[in-house]
């Protein structure tokens, strides 16, 4: 209202307006809890916006019974990027006990997969903040979703892509917000448990034996692992003093050890091609569980007993899954996709080093690979969008972003990039690829800059063509190939 108007409005009228100002607050502050999303285009409500995660503080306490919901304390602390109101994690299949917010109760309610928080006062802009949410946390599968805790013979172990840590614990879960996480599990006598990172203590009570480790990088929520079981953990050393450790059923350390004896060379293979091994530990951790996968959870990759055991499998492909998930602690893990459009950088580059790996060390030629992918691609790209433009996940089944397109449909782009920059200039690409954005998150577009700097010259209609085209283009130096029937692939990685 003017200022020359102000102290000529009746009494009356006065009182009318500030009331109905009043009720306009109320009203808005008793407004619904809504979802909210950092805009990811194919999971448009996964992550929040308004802060960044620093750390997590995961508490599960584990009953040995896998049909009993785990009771957890989850403690986030965060820097705020503006005034925020109310804090959106994302949570769901779980019960919420209580609520603080820098050590002082906050409301709570639910948003669909969001948990909303209330404050007593709002937190202002640049400020840290700490969260802790007392809750349970499910470990029977939640219908129509894959993933989440795996429920397996002998306890529990997790598998979080894409999008389901939170349905473990609350959190911002999007690959955009990395932050480092500590990890206490209790488990009853007879059950050991491990997560990602490396061991800071075992403490005994009459609960039985909590288990404390930390990550020394920074992790993705959709990477996190806690393996629950009657298991074996086996050390090994790995290349300049790498500790390797894998956690395997304890009735199968034999016939699982000439697998894991591998993992040393295999990272030895890898440092030589695109540099030291980003983190502060690895190992394989081998579940008696039926996921159809395997996955690269950071320093701990998940994998089916089955692969291992299972004759069908020739030995030449089992070691290049084991290649393929540990490629993935470069390339997914340390740099982790901006958004999920971005997953082309992780399983591309995950298939690539498999089939190198093949190449190498069992004479699978990878020119042959790719010749069948590229006959396959048109047929890809039609089922499930260009490489670095992935259709949408079919409704229940976020998990269906995982298609050829972006496995060897993403590789194929990788081996045409190869060929028209030649193999100098690539695996110099490679390596200032994984020097660059470690323990960071990167996009499509930084890496097409990167290869057009080392390159020399502009390649973005190249990338433009070959990442997001409906059709594939000519493969450079092989004129002659020709589109054919799609491929089955004979096994999920992720």
């Not at 389901?164 to 488990?187: G, Q, R």
């Amino acid at each position: 209202m003017p200022r020359t108007l102000r102290h000529h409005v009746p009494r009356r009228l006065k009182a009318t307006l500030l009331a109905s100002a009043a009720c306009v607050c109320l009203l808005a502050a008793s407004a619904p809890p809504a979802p909210l999303g950092v805009g990811d285009r194919l999971f448009p409500y996964l992550g929040n916006p308004g802060y960044d995660v620093s750390a997590y503080d995961l508490s599960f306490a584990y009953s040995g019974d896998n049909g009993k919901p785990l009771q957890a304390v989850t403690t986030i602390d965060a820097r705020t990027t503006r005034t925020l109101d109310s804090v959106n994690l994302d949570f769901t299949h779980g019960t919420v006990d209580s609520v603080e917010v820098d050590g002082e109760p906050a409301a709570f309610a639910f948003a669909d997969e969001d948990l909303v928080i209330t404050p007593k006062h709002p937190l202002p802009e640049h400020s840290r903040t700490r969260i802790t949410v007392r809750h349970t946390s499910n470990p029977v599968p939640q219908k129509g979703r894959d993933g989440g805790w795996v429920q397996t013979a002998d306890g529990l172990a997790m598998a979080n892509q894409a999008d389901v840590a939170h349905l473990v614990f609350p959190c911002n879960d999007h690959p955009s917000d990395k932050a480092m996480f500590t990890i206490h599990v209790t488990a009853p006598e007879g059950y050991t448990a491990v997560a990602n990172g490396l061991p800071v203590q075992a403490a005994r009570s009459r609960a039985g034996t909590t288990w404390t480790y930390r990550t020394q990088h920074p992790m993705a929520t959709e990477l996190t692992q806690v393996s629950i079981g009657r298991s074996a953990v086996l050390h090994r050393p790995g290349p300049h003093g790498l500790p390797v450790r894998d956690v395997v059923p304890a009735q199968d350390r034999a016939a699982l050890e000439p697998w894991l004896a591998k993992t040393p060379d295999q990272i030895a293979w890898l440092e030589g091609k695109i540099g030291d091994y980003p983190f502060e530990t690895y190992g394989v951790l081998v579940a008696s569980a039926k996921t159809g996968f395997e996955l690269e959870t950071q320093t701990l990759s998940l994998f089916e007993k089955d692969l291992f055991t299972d004759a069908a499998y020739p030995k030449w492909y089992v070691e290049s899954v084991m290649v393929h998930e540990l490629s993935h602690q470069w390339f997914g893990d340390s740099v982790s996709p901006r958004s999920w459009s971005d997953v082309w950088l992780n399983e591309g580059h995950a298939t690539w080093y498999e089939a190198l790996y093949a190449e190498e060390k069992a004479n699978r030629p990878m020119e042959a690979r790719m010749k069948a992918a590229y006959g396959a691609s048109d047929g890809w790209r039609a089922a499930g969008g260009p490489p670095a433009r992935p259709k949408a996940p079919k409704a229940g089944e976020k998990i269906s972003i995982f298609r050829p397109n972006i496995y060897d449909g993403a590789a194929l782009v990788l081996y045409a990039l190869r060929q028209e920059i030649g193999k100098p200039a690539f695996e110099r690409l490679e390596r200032s690829w994984v020097r660059d954005h470690e323990d960071g998150t990167a996009t499509t577009a930084d890496f097409e800059r990167l290869a057009s700097q080392i390159a020399g010259r502009d390649l973005s209609a190249f990338f433009q063509a070959w990442l997001y085209g409906e059709k594939t283009p000519p493969m450079p130096g092989h004129p002659d190939w020709k589109q054919q029937p799609p491929l089955k692939s004979v096994k999920t990685k992720k």
